[in-house]
Structures are given as C-alpha cells and as structure tokens.
C-alpha cells in the first residue's frame, strides 16, 4: 500500500517544498505556500465542483416530487434524476471531484512530508554524531521543539533508541549507504550476524545532549494542539460544505462529519508536525473557499431573482 503516499506525485511535492525551503529558509513557511500553490492549480475543477453542488441542492424540490412519484418504481425514479440533471446542464460526476482530488493530495502531501521527516531526522542526528549537540540546532515552531517529531504531550523531542531503530528500518531506501557507515563509525549502531541493532547508550546520551543543548529537558515535543486543530478545523470545513448541499450529499455525508475529523486527528497525532501544519492550514483554506464562494454565488441569485422579477 506504500504506493498510495510514495509516488510520483509525492516526489515532484517534495522538489517543490525544497525549492521554496531554499529561497525562504523555513520548512513550515514553506508547506504553506506548497499547499496553497497546488490548490491554485486546482481552483477551476474545484470551483466547477462547487457551482454543481449548489445547482443540484437548488432542484431539490424537483428531486423530491420526482421520489413520491416513482417511490415504487426505483430504476425509473434514478433515470428520471439522471434526465433532470442533464436537461439543466448539471454533470453529477462534478460532485465527486472534491473527493477526488482531497484524499489523493492528502496522501501524497502525507507521502512528501514523511519522505522531508526521514531525510531531517537523518541529517539532524549526523549532525549531532560530527559537529557535537552543542553546535546542532533543532528545526523547531511556535510550541512544536522539533517539527519531525508529532505534536504530542507524550512524544519525545528526539526518538528514543527504539524508535530510532524502527525509523532505520522503514526508510532503507531513503537513507544513503555513507550515512549508515557514518553511523556505524560513531558507534550509534552495528550490524550483529548481519541484524541492525542501535546502539541505546551512545544514541540516547546523543539525543539527550541535543534536546538539552536546545533547551528542551524535561519538555515533551508538543501540547497536542495542532491535532486537536486539524480535527477541528476538518469538522468545520465539511460542516461548511454540507449545510447547503443537497439533501443526499447531507444524509451520505453525516457519519463522515464525525468520523474523518476523528481519524485525521489521530493521524496528526502520530505522525510529523510538518503534516500536521499542512492538514490544518487545508482545512483552513478550504472553510475560506467554501465560504467565499456561497457569499458571491448567492448574491448572483438574488441580482438574477430580481431581474427575473422586473422582466415578469
């Protein structure tokens, strides 16, 4: 399933996200502008999308008279809607697009984002292991002490030696054979019969010294408020988006109103600051396009209502 977060899509995010890290010099400035510049890029089929929500939420009348009268007769009642929609224009397909183009962005931001994290953490812990923890500086934000570890009560500034080895484990292809050997050299972790090992000692007093040259001793990396954030602001952006949709959207969407702020909440929660950020400001974006855009479409009605009035 690495294939849904580890893709094309997620490699070309993560030249983007480098190439404005380089002109601006800060990581979360920068998954900003990244998120913003793709939904940019995307505004026309979004807008699209929006336009035929609001054209099918307004012949919900016509919907609702058409179900009494075919209310027996199903496959009749669907080709009737069907003819509904196409005689007025509307492409039913155009509702889809929002989901279509959410969750693939979602997983390869996540993709990006996690690929950045390992190649961070990475750099961050050589760092350490050459120049000493003093002279090693922790990529921190507001309150979030190091962005490539979550934002949590509960999670250590640096990973601890069991972590640290599991990282190993799940970014073999992304860590460079000369960064293990700088590893290994540094006596951070060894190769028995052919098995990784980290060796717990020497790295923890590492990380230990890194968070304390940092100022971060007996601090957990965050107060758990960006999940919390990205929950919320979830619940809100699909509130927005469903309270004047039509009537099915509603009723389909109601379990999902609950359910995805909960599971992206707990997936901030245990994943990087970084994403986190990324899935609160989406969220964020998202509510102000709802928003804007309902405030402009329903003043175009109401001028089309009144010049249709005038003409009659």
Do not use: H
């Not at 996200?17 to 940019?40: D, H, K, N």
């Not at 309150?143 to 990282?167: C, Y």
């Amino acid at each position: 399933m690495n294939w849904l977060y580890d893709n094309f899509i997620s490699d070309f995010l993560v030249i983007v996200i480098q190439w404005i890290v380089r002109f601006i010099g800060e990581y979360s400035i920068a998954i900003i502008l990244s998120m913003l510049l793709v939904r940019f890029v995307l505004l026309p089929l979004d807008l699209k999308s929006k336009r035929s929500m609001k054209q099918m939420a307004a012949l919900g009348p016509e919907v609702e008279n058409l179900k009494k009268r075919y209310a027996n007769n199903p496959e009749q009642l669907n080709r009737k809607v069907q003819e509904l929609y196409k005689e007025r224009g509307i492409s039913t397909m155009a509702g889809c697009i929002p989901m279509l183009i959410t969750l693939p962005l979602l997983m390869a931001f996540y993709g990006a984002l996690r690929s950045i994290a390992a190649e961070q953490t990475m750099a961050l812990v050589l760092r350490a292991a050459e120049n000493g923890a003093a002279n090693t500086q922790l990529t921190s934000w507001l309150w979030v002490r190091n962005l490539w570890q979550p934002d949590s009560g509960s999670a250590g500034i640096m990973p601890t030696a069991a972590e640290f080895l599991s990282f190993l484990q799940q970014n073999t292809s992304k860590i460079t054979p000369q960064a293990m050997e700088i590893l290994k050299t540094k006596g951070l972790i060894s190769y028995s019969s052919g098995i990784l090992a980290v060796n717990e000692p020497a790295y923890t007093a590492l990380s230990k010294a890194l968070v304390a040259a940092n100022g971060g001793t007996g601090y957990a990396n965050g107060w758990f408020i960006l999940p919390v954030l990205s929950g919320g602001t979830q619940f809100l952006s699909q509130w927005i988006a469903l309270r004047k949709g039509p009537k099915e959207q509603q009723q389909q969407g109601k379990m999902m109103l609950y359910m995805f702020p909960v599971l992206s909440g707990w997936i901030c929660l245990t994943s990087n600051s970084m994403f986190a950020i990324y899935w609160t400001f989406s969220n964020i974006y998202a509510m102000l396009t709802d928003l804007i855009f309902n405030f402009f479409y329903e003043r175009k009605q109401k001028r089309l209502e009144i010049a249709s009035r005038k003409v009659s």
